[in-house]
């Protein structure tokens, strides 16, 4: 079993010598990278730990994971809230819901 500083080094060595910006990781990579049967988010986080400054990685949705670098995310335009969305002030949490995921909005009858 790796330490978490030997995971987070070879995962940005990954990224340094693939010459790419990011890549995707699947969980049985992770798990024979780390010498760990389960991943688990504690592991993720101290992996990101050690990465700070360098790389982020995420968790996708399909399973498996994402490495990006830090550098990558430099150029990343801004957004303002008050132009995305003018009314964020009057919003609750119901009327969030609904715009960021409509089918959550099913009334009983």
């Known amino acids: 079993m790796k330490s978490y500083e030997h995971v987070a080094y070879l995962l940005m060595a990954m990224l340094k010598e693939g010459g790419k910006a990011r890549f ?3 969980r049985k990579s992770l798990q024979l990278i780390s010498g760990r049967d ?3 988010a504690a592991l993720i986080r101290n992996i990101a730990e050690w990465m700070e400054g360098v790389a982020v990685i ?3 949705n399909r399973g498996g ?3 990006i670098s830090q550098e990558s ?3 990343i335009a801004a957004a303002k809230i008050g132009e995305v969305i003018p009314d964020w002030r009057t919003l609750d949490v119901d009327e969030l819901r609904t ?3 409509p089918g959550t909005d099913e009334e009983e009858e």
């Open 24 to 26: 995707r990781l699947s």
């Open 38 to 40: 389960v991943i688990k």
């Open 58 to 60: 995420l968790p996708l």
């Open 65 to 67: 994971y994402v490495v």
């Open 73 to 75: 995310l430099e150029g």
């Open 99 to 101: 715009r960021v995921d």
